[in-house]
């Protein structure tokens, strides 16, 4: 099969756009990963990289065309998610200057501030950051300690940093190019606290010297990352005038009134987090990026790479005819497949609900679900997978110059910023327990936890998501085992939704059952926790079977169609062999089916095989930025190439000897 047919269904609805920034990518030398440079000169390059996308329609696409800008959300992921593949800090400098800077002062500021700023944020004139992370609280930002006091005698809010504990940490452009922060802090008018909210902050003049009262800090070289400059920052009684101060969530008046159209704090809260839910959408989609170029690397690698000699043959062994190199890498492609579609839907339904900002609450909150819970499982997905790329490689995959250990160290952080991913799993779970009704918005994990308990049984199932799954459970479900063949999707869709309604049924039934036993909330929540997140995780894995599910369906193109049902068998067959245990244990699968799973991944892999460098080709990943390791394939190899050994007979008299 032709590549490109593949690469058209795969690239999506905003293929022109990923083919802009790759002809992009081809035609610049800035654009290029380089080896090697120091930190000012790795930060140096990285600003001038961000400048160049500054300049460029992938800076547009995110901004309202009020102010210059496009408006496609959808393209803009997509153009950061392509720019990725050039290097991660870059995608973090431009994710933190137009994502979050950008991106906060668009959600949550009013038209004033997007009149005056927005502009000069999308050309990078004014360089932000965004300011929420303490030394003290990163994942808990409800307390964090900065404080923001209203002083009505001079209309002014007053930033101040009571302690270490409280300095801001790890803030990206803080250290060496911010000019303005986004700080979060705890808002307090006539003396009351009104919770965080956020505010614009000069911290450095025109000439890139501290502002009066603003001390800033270099974090230092860091795990990966390092062509970002991450600071920490410290206020001493700063003042900033009364329109600082981001109030579409909530204002203050000259006297010092406080008014919100949010009564409620803790609701008032996640809405306003909730509505920068892009930022973790564009992590996920980096993180999935930096894995298909990983995958890319290892698996043209391992279609050049031989190693030992299978007795009587006159060449050595292809490493990727290995039935256990197939394993390692094909099960992972299969994955990164269905990430890819699962996140291609979330980017679609973002763009939909009016650049992810959605009229109906619990649309939003069905979106912010959608976007944490996948967050963490692709992110995790991105750890796992650069690091079996890297193994695949050998100790070639282990040479910076072949970028797998300059994907490890950058992606690695993926599972903490943005969200920490067991933080998020716990939202995902929030929101499932709740099924995502209105008094979602206005709990915490205590008051979750009370809502369960203060309902009868009955009414708690009622009114999770299990409920919704009920129906298309029994209406997926086969007669028995024997009837159901491994390779019906339907059944594949059976399985995992009866596990999500199952887990989550249960986890519902023992919080309430702790609590009648007197237990109190918290005490309760800890004790289901893992039982939580184990329910989000197999909500995430159903979400993104039905995505792939979907994406097969909707082909048009046969041949296409047919590869994308194998790769998407494999996906499911492999989730269902690694977590077998658990459907075993649960009576889902007999002993019988488990084996059969395995030796149907087995042959899955055999029959990929062939297609596997067609499979990474359709990423479309410029070879401009493959490195010498994989940009030379041997061509004696055609795509397809058969394997030559017998398998049957196997390993006999290849070992080392
Ligand atoms: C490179 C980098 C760049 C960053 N850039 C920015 C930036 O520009 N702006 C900004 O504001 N922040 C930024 N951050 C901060 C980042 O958002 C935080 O690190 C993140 O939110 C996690 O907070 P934490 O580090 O305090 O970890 P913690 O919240 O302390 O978490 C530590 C561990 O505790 C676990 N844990 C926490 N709570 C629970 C719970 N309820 N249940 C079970 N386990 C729990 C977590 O899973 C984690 O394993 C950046 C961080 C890094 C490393």
Known sequence: MEVGRLRAFVDGRWAAIREEVRAQIRASELLRPVDGLSIEDYRARVLEQARMVSQTKSARLFFPREYGGEGDMGGALTAFETIALVDLSLLVKVGVQYGLFGGVIRRLGTERHHQRYLRAAMTMELPGCFAMTETGHGSDVQSIRTTATYDASREAFVIHTPDDDARKDYIGNAARDGRMAAVFAQLITGGDGRGVHVFLVPIRDERGRPCAGVRIEDCGLKGGLNGVDNGRLWFDQVRVPRDALLDRFGTVARDG????????????????????????????????????????????????????????????????????????????????????????????????????????????????????????????????????????????????????????????????????????????????????????????????????????????????????????????????????????????????????????????????????????????????????????????????????????????DPEVKALLSQVCDLYVLALLERDRAWFLEHGQLSAARAKAIITNVNRLCRELRPHARLLVDAFGIPEELLRDLVKSPDPALPLARRVTTRWEDGPRSWGPS
Request: glycine content about 8%; aromatic content about 8%.
């Open 257 to 556: 009134a406080y008014s919100s159209p949010i009564a409620n704090e803790t609701r008032r809260f996640f809405t306003m987090l909730g509505t920068l839910v892009s930022g973790r959408v564009s992590v996920a989609g980096a993180g999935l990026s930096a894995t298909k170029l990983a995958m890319t690397i290892a698996i043209r690698y391992g279609l050049m790479r031989r190693q030992f000699r299978a007795a009587g043959a006159d060449q050595e062994v292809i490493i990727l005819d290995y039935l256990q190199h197939q394993r390692r890498l094909l099960p992972a492609l299969a994955t990164t497949y269905a990430m890819h579609f699962a996140q291609e839907g979330l980017v679609e339904s973002l763009h939909k609900a009016a650049d992810g900002d959605s009229a109906n609450e619990s649309e939003q909150r069905q979106l912010e679900t959608l976007a944490a819970g996948l967050k963490a499982v692709s992110t995790w997905h991105t750890t796992q997978t650069i690091q079996t790329c890297r193994e695949a490689c050998g100790g070639a995959g282990y040479l910076s110059l072949n970028r797998l250990t300059e994907l490890k160290a950058d992606t690695d952080v993926f599972t903490t910023f943005e969200g920490d991913n067991t933080v998020l799993l716990q939202l995902v779970a929030k929101g499932l327990l709740t099924n995502f009704r209105d008094e979602f918005g206005s709990m915490d994990t205590v008051g979750l936890v009370r809502y369960v308990a203060d309902q009868v049984v009955g009414a708690v199932l009622e009114r999770t998501a299990a409920r919704s799954l009920a129906q298309w459970i029994a209406d997926l479900m086969p007669g028995s085992e024997e009837e159901a063949n491994l390779l019906d999707r339907r059944y594949h869709l059976y399985l995992l939704a009866w596990r999500e309604k199952h887990v989550l049924e249960a986890a519902a039934r023992r919080l309430k059952k702790l609590m009648a036993n007197g237990g109190d909330a918290f005490t309760a929540f800890n004790a289901v926790q893992d039982h939580l997140l184990l329910a989000a995780r197999a909500h995430v894995d159903r979400v993104v079977l039905e995505y792939f599910a979907a994406a097969v369906d909707r082909c048009g």
